[in-house]
T-cell receptor
Framework: GAVVSQHPSWVICKSGTSVKIECRSL??????MFWYRQFPKQSLMLMAT?????????EQGVEKDKFLINHASLTLSTLTVTSAHPEDSSFYIC?????????????FGPGTRLLVL | DAKTTQPPSMDCAEGRAANLPCNHS???????VYWYRQIHSQGPQYIIH???NNETNEMASLIITEDRKSSTLILPHATLRDTAVYYC???????????FGGGTRLMVKP
């Protein structure tokens, strides 16, 4: 299957700093990428959807000025958590889909664990 | 997207078949059934998906009822490494968002 990578796999930062997380599709072109967040013992919650070359669509309740998403190429999307606070500590997971077939499948990255002190 | 209902947890003996049910009674005609699993502290792993017909791959089999209101994921010979949370999701296609429910926590026991 297709491979999606994330970097870094984990990050610890101080409150008030910004953190950038990269999501890459390694062996396919991702026309659409998704960003999810998962708190302990909870399911994945979609944060935003991004299509290459256009602005991301954010889910209700997700601050677009705080979670900046850039999908500049067909293999790379970035999520920047600006002015991070302890409540932003979570497991951030991206997924990617691509191709022309309607049955295209979303493939997920391994996730990035963020801890804000 | 249609909602799904799954049992919160199941146990299975190692080497036996694990049958994970999913109800999706409000599924519409063009929606697929997707199955993913998430092993602790990892991203979800794609398992299988289908529309109407039963599907099989190297990981699992997917049995969809004729009325498409429910499906069963079958792991033919469960191993300890199959212990994970299994998510059944219905959606138009993978270009659309996937809505994750609570999933089924499968515990494979020796």
């Amino acid at each position: 299957g297709a491979v999606v990578s994330q970097h870094p796999s984990w990050v610890i930062c101080k409150s008030g700093t910004s953190v950038k997380i990269e999501c890459r599709s390694l062996d396919f072109q991702a026309t659409t990428m998704f960003w999810y967040r998962q708190f302990p013992k909870q399911s994945l919650m979609l944060m935003a959807t991004s299509n290459e070359g256009s602005k991301a669509t954010y889910e209700q309740g997700v601050e677009k000025d705080k979670f900046l998403i850039n999908h500049a190429s067909l293999t790379l999307s970035t999520l920047t958590v600006t002015s991070a606070h302890p409540e932003d500590s979570s497991f951030y997971i991206c997924s990617a889909s691509g191709g022309q077939k309607i049955q295209e499948t979303q493939y997920f990255g391994p996730g990035t664990r963020l801890l804000v002190l | 997207d249609a909602k799904t209902t799954q049992p919160p947890s199941m146990d299975c003996a190692e080497g036996r078949a694990a049958n994970l049910p999913c109800n999706h009674s409000t599924i519409s005609g063009n929606e697929y059934v997707y199955w993913y699993r998430q092993i602790h502290s990892q991203g979800p792993q794609y398992i299988i998906h289908g529309l109407k017909n039963n599907e099989t791959n190297e990981m699992a089999s997917l049995i969809i009822t004729e009325d498409r209101k429910s499906s069963t994921l079958i792991l033919p010979h469960a191993t300890l490494r199959d212990t994970a949370v299994y998510y059944c999701i219905v959606g138009g296609n993978a270009g659309n968002m996937l809505t994750f429910g609570g999933g089924t926590r499968l515990m494979v026991k020796p």
